[in-house]
């Protein structure tokens, strides 16, 4: 069964830190492009980070602007996860965290159910 599974939001001040972990079970996640989503209250979906298959470019990440030098996306090949290092975090970054999974070669997309990250102080 494919699943994308979230782990490790919470409840954090403004300056800490947080590890976002995604487990992928039913694929090989290192053979899709996988990234991470947020989606704050009242507003649209948006892609924070994008790590690419390494079979694309060989695991390049990506990021949004307002989190470059802040969040680090990372896959772990052994243990089938894609995770989310979040630094100096602001709460402007509140919102539910999303994984996701895509490979145009496969035609499939995958998404978890998100984990809820709160930066309040």
């Known amino acids: 069964q494919v699943q994308l599974v979230e782990s490790g939001g919470g409840l954090v001040q403004p300056g800490g830190s947080l590890r976002l972990s995604c487990a992928a079970s039913?694929?090989?996640?290192?053979?899709?492009?996988t990234s991470w989503y947020r989606q704050a209250p009242g507003k649209e979906r948006e892609l924070v980070a994008a790590?690419?298959?390494?079979?694309?470019?060989?695991?390049?990440?990506n990021y949004a602007d307002s989190v470059k030098g802040r969040f680090f996306i990372f896959r772990d090949n052994v243990k089938n996860t894609v995770s989310l290092q979040m630094n100096s975090l602001k709460p402007e970054d509140t919102a539910v965290y999303y994984c996701?999974?895509?490979?145009?070669?496969?035609?499939?997309?995958?998404w978890g159910k998100g984990t809820l990250v709160t930066v309040s102080s």
């Open positions: 996701n999974a895509e490979s145009r070669s496969y035609g499939a997309n995958y």
């Open positions: 039913g694929f090989t996640c290192s053979s899709y492009a």
């Open positions: 790590i690419t298959s390494i079979t694309s470019t060989g695991g390049r990440a």
